[in-house]
């Protein structure tokens, strides 16, 4: 786990702040994911074996964000603020944690499908899956970054 010193809570984004959007995911899918679900994603082009390295923990998390207690256009710009710092600073593996929605309206994952949906739009995530249960499991996603020296 990071510790305090490492945790930032980000106020100023540099990036443009687009409406929150929840739907038309790349290629006209649409996703729905239930509460014990696990999903993943990984851009097209992306080697089959990076999603299984980011599974498996081969790349060390570098800093996280907690969204708990936050509403979906707050997570939003949270979300895409943390994103900028973190890929500003180079980090190439981060931990995003969504919570599992359990005391959400209807009992359902709401930020948990809004957080996999706009990581899926964001050109700097190559890809994200479920986290290990001691990194937050069903609560929480890593996430590979582009290497900002670097394309995929």
């Not at 014990?36 to 800093?63: H, M, N, V």
């Not at 890929?87 to 209807?106: F, T």
Request: charged share 25%.
């Amino acid at each position: 786990m990071l510790s305090q010193s490492k945790r930032r809570l980000f106020i100023q984004p540099h990036v443009p702040i687009l409406p929150c959007v929840d739907h038309d995911l790349p290629g006209g899918h649409q996703q729905e994911i239930g509460e014990g679900d696990e999903w993943s994603f990984a851009r097209p082009g992306l080697q089959r074996y990076t999603l299984r390295k980011l599974r498996r923990g081969y790349w060390s998390i570098q800093d996280e964000l907690d969204l708990h207690g936050l509403n979906r256009d707050e997570a939003y710009r949270v979300l895409m603020t943390f994103l900028e710092a973190v890929i500003l600073q180079g980090y190439r593996c981060v931990r995003v944690i969504h919570g599992r929605g359990l005391s959400s309206k209807n009992r359902r994952p709401v930020l948990k499908i809004l957080t996999g949906n706009w990581l899926m739009r964001h050109d700097d995530v190559l890809a994200f899956c479920q986290a290990l249960p001691e990194h937050g499991g069903s609560g929480a996603v890593l996430v590979l970054l582009r290497n900002a020296d670097k394309s995929p």
